[in-house]
């Protein structure tokens, strides 16, 4: 594999691409639908409430390791039917999921604008405060949210890197865990885009270093990627353009998707929640394009 070329703005390589590790499958089909509007979630992965009951959080720690992730959420709208019809129609379904919930259950307890946030949703902070103790209902919001998503003409893209096992092949320095993971990512999306014939426009919830990130995909696009799939972007316009979350249920859908992938992906022991957590992602699977979480290994 290639090292990545220093540069002014990285003080470190780091290799890029899919490392074979046991236990980590790659879920890669090529789909017929185009990308044209692209949501991306790059959000520290944050420790899950157990959800439903008798999940373990101590379990999750030692099997999976989701507290060390770093995950990067990436949904987008086909040219199917058209590209603005089919993002429209999502953003006024997940409205409408919003206002039903405010509805039903008082709007003191929650807004009708409320993000669907799917950390707060599965853990009742912040906009969903209101309902913390009310895990049915957030449950069914959350999975009418879901198949909203899942009912519209979706492609869905994930890409994550272990930090743990990033410091430990790089103890002397690596770039940030977001800056390696939108490399890998923006290289499937480009990709998925040259093989449908179409053109890509990445929005992006809000992070720091934004301009740093802005900067990455800049050369990108004209000198390439590094690691042994390196490739120029060609698919991907103009610039990323950084967004609140908060404002974009686009990018609300692209974190619900990861969420829920999180969720299914969390040692269980229970066998109702087990069959549940596997309905629940079993909606998205079709939409799946490519998945992938790299695991380095010490050099």
């Keep these: 594999m290639g090292e990545r070329p220093a540069s002014p703005s990285h003080s470190a390589g780091v290799t890029s691409g899919e490392t074979a590790t046991t236990g980590q499958p ?122 909203a998503i899942a009912d519209h003409d979706v492609t869905v893209i994930i890409r994550g890197v272990d930090r743990v096992g990033l410091d430990k092949r790089y103890p002397g320095g690596h770039d940030h865990p977001h800056s390696v993971v939108l490399a890998h990512l923006v290289e499937r999306v480009d990709e998925y885009a040259a093989a449908a014939g179409e053109y890509a426009i990445v929005i992006a919830d809000e992070v720091d270093a934004q301009d740093s990130y802005r900067r990455d995909l800049w050369e990108y696009q004209r000198t390439g990627t590094w690691g042994y799939r390196a490739r120029k972007i060609r698919r991907v316009l103009d610039t990323i353009h950084f967004a609140p979350s908060s404002s974009s249920r686009l990018v609300q859908a692209a974190d619900l998707t990861y969420m829920a992938r999180r969720i299914t992906m969390h040692v269980e022991t229970d066998e109702r929640a087990k069959r549940a957590n596997a309905a629940l992602w079993c909606r998205m699977q079709p939409k799946i394009w490519h998945q992938w979480c790299w695991w380095p290994t010490a050099l």
């Design 26 to 147: 790659a879920a890669d089909r090529l789909c017929p639908a185009s990308p044209l509007v692209t949501a991306v979630d790059l959000h520290r992965a944050q420790p899950l409430t157990p959800w439903p009951p008798n999940s373990t959080q101590a379990e999750e720690r030692r099997h999976h390791g989701d507290l060390r992730v770093h995950g990067l959420r990436l949904t987008w709208w086909p040219q199917r039917p058209v590209p603005e019809a089919e993002a429209r129609s999502l953003i006024m379904t997940l409205d409408k999921v919003v206002s039903d919930a405010s509805d039903d259950y008082g709007h003191r307890r929650l807004r009708s604008d409320a993000e669907l946030h799917g950390y707060d949703i599965v853990a009742g902070k912040r906009d969903w405060e209101g309902l913390a103790p009310m895990m049915r209902a957030r449950i069914g919001v959350y999975n009418k949210a879901f198949q």
